[in-house]
């Protein structure tokens, strides 16, 4: 799996996991510039990990800097942790700011999932984000949480806020407004789905009233899903 952004220069970050048979399962970077050109003599490795790195998610912050979340912890999926770094190119190499190759830890569970998470640079180095847990074999509980990482890599809001708890939490999009945090939501069940908005207070720490923007049944097996977050993705707000 991999994930790739601006670098705020003309070029690109890319980061990818080893999810091979063999290890080692770390995740690894480069850095290229507007012509396709490597900027690091060799591939980076920015996280580093005993059993397994996978499905990372990355965003671009000031120039020459990203942040980026990962899962961790089986060799199966989902994972059983999700952890979030900050990476910058210094010298021709990535330099990681939190806790060398290992990162800041943000959630455990034996079920969580960092596809779905969705990443806000907050201005000053930290990071707003979401990370979900899912009761992968039936379905029957899942929970999105909504969490924040200062400049230091210092986790706030204990385990998070949790913004859904349903039996299926999909994708997450979030928008930063001024001192609010907008998050739409993908969630129901398999029959049912729901797109809900919400308006959470940054400075005062509550969410506001949930809104449902749309819901619907799924169609038959094979049909595609007529509720997504990703439809919002591009709104103009």
Known sequence: SWDFAPDGLGGAFIVWTNQGSAGP?????????????AQWPTLQTIAESDSVCQYPRIVADSPGKFLVVWGEGNTVYPAGEVRVQRVESVAGTAH???NGLRGVNIGESTQIYSGYSELIPDGSGGVYL????????????SQTRLIYVDGNGSVNWNNGYVLE????????????QGSNLVTVAHYGQPALE???MRSFDLVNGNAADELDLASGYRGDIGDPTICRAD???????
């Open 25 to 37: 399962h770390d995740l690894y970077a480069q850095h290229v510039d507007g012509d396709g050109v």
């Open 231 to 237: 439809d919002f993705a591009h709104m103009g707000w």
């Open 96 to 98: 990681t700011a939190w």
């Open 194 to 196: 729901t797109i809900s």
């Open 130 to 141: 979401n990370w979900t847990r899912i009761e992968w074999d039936n379905f029957q509980s």
């Open 165 to 176: 708890n349903a039996m299926m939490c999909g994708e997450i999009r979030l928008l930063k």
